[in-house]
């Protein structure tokens, strides 16, 4: 498990220690993944292949919420079943179920990835709305001070759209579209959701060895 610990000076005498920003126990780290629904539905299925895959050293324990309107995309944009996708977690949570475990800030956990996150979800959260578990779920993981990523799936964006994503920023959420990095030259459609997810998950500090890095790689 990865700790941070951030000093901030109060007073030329009182330093304060914030070391929330990882919160999973030890031995057993926990990420939640909300899946909604806007276009963008492979983004939040290749994640939870990749962080199913990870070697036991570095196991992830994973945390579903699947929207009903992403279920609905799901249907549209892949072939995947909805019960397939539930199987790749370890853990799936009904969106309806507020007492669910990630409904509380008592239960630790890295943190939270929206992947696609729907504008609906983004005004959900940007304004504290809390009456689906994603928006709950995600509305602890700002009040805990933890690492909150959405990856907002819409174009164009009309004023309402930017007004959210600066309220959610300031709440301590990260706005990550899914934009695709075309100096890693990707041939393929997957080369630019693996390259998306990577970059995704270096914000978590897991490197799932999908990033060309700017002069990093030959």
Known sequence: MVKSRIYCAVSSSLLISLENVFMSPPGNRRLIVAITGASGIIYGIRLLEHLRALPADAKIETHLVL????????????????????????????????????????????GMIVAPCSVKTLAEIATGVTNTLVSRAADVVLKERRRLVLMVRETPLHAGHLRNMQ???????????????????????????????????DLFEIDLGTVRRWREDG
Do not use: C, W
Not at 96 to 102: E, F, S, Y
Not at 171 to 195: C, N, Q, R, S, W
């Open 67 to 110: 929207s009903r309107s992403g279920e609905v995309t799901l249907a549209h944009e892949t072939d995947f079943k909805v019960a397939q996708v539930k199987a790749l977690a370890d853990v799936v949570h009904a969106n309806t179920d507020m007492g669910a475990a990630i409904s509380s800030g008592s239960f630790r956990t890295e």
């Open 167 to 201: 309220l959610a920023t300031e709440m301590g959420a990260v706005i990550a579209p899914p934009v695709p990095a075309f100096y890693a030259k990707p041939a393929t459609l997957d080369d630019m959701i693996e390259h998306t997810l990577g970059r995704v998950m």
